[in-house]
């Protein structure tokens, strides 16, 4: 099956700093991409919607300019959490659509951030 | 606002027992279902799609039905292994969107 690749699958960083998180689809082109977040014990929240060469569209509640979302490729979406505090630690995970089917959706295998 | 609801939030068996896993959702308007597994700290594996104008889907030891009408739907595990051990998210998409809505999910502990 598709694979996506997510990196760092582990990342603990100083409040205050940034953090990129990567996802790339090794083996297909993705047009579309998701950013999801996830709490302890609470559900998969989307954060976004990423789209190869235009805006990221965010959900209600969640800040643009905190979570910087960049999609310059057909393969390669980029999460910039922004001046990170100890709130944003969290569980994030991106996935990857292959052809315009929900059922063509791929995960990354997350990415686990604790800021200090 | 749809919302995905996961009943039991965990559930421990032994090895060998057959398994009921729930997942209700309060807009019936729902374009597919899709059961997920989760293992710690990593992606999500999906397991199975149900479209809306199906009512089930089978994988395996691995049984999906849907009522849609309802709001619910059920994931049965026959034969229970230690390696079935993991959470289990039920995610529906409303028509027109990928967007998925996920409930909190099911922790299953199977006990060799």
């Known amino acids: 099956g598709a694979v996506v690749s997510q990196h760092p699958s582990r990342v603990i960083c100083k409040s205050g700093t940034s953090v990129k998180i990567e996802c790339r689809s090794l083996?297909?082109?993705?047009?579309?991409m998701f950013w999801y977040r996830q709490f302890p014990k609470q559900s998969l929240m989307l954060m976004a919607t990423s789209n190869e060469g235009s805006k990221a569209t965010y959900e209600q509640g969640v800040e643009k300019d905190k979570f910087l979302i960049n999609h310059a490729s057909l393969t390669l979406s980029t999460l910039t959490v922004t001046s990170a505090h100890p709130e944003d630690s969290s569980f994030y995970i991106c996935s990857a659509v292959l052809g315009v089917e929900a059922e063509k959706l791929f995960f990354g295998s997350g990415t686990q951030l604790s800021v200090l | 606002k749809q919302e995905v609801t996961q009943i039991p939030a965990a559930l421990s068996v032994p090895e060998g027992e057959n398994l009921v896993l729930n997942c209700s959702f309060t807009?019936?308007?729902?374009?597919?279902l899709q059961w997920f597994r989760q293992d710690p700290g990593k992606g999500l594996t999906s397991l199975l799609l149900i479209q809306s104008s199906q009512r089930e889907q089978t994988s395996g030891r691995l049984n999906a039905s849907l009522d849609k009408s309802s709001g619910r739907s059920t994931l049965y595990i026959a034969a229970s292994q230690p390696g079935d051990s993991a959470t289990y998210l039920c995610a529906v998409t409303q028509g027109g969107s990928e967007k998925l809505v996920f409930g909190k999910g099911t922790k299953l502990t199977v006990n060799p």
């Open positions: 083996d297909f082109q993705a047009t579309t």
């Open positions: 807009d019936s308007a729902i374009y597919n």
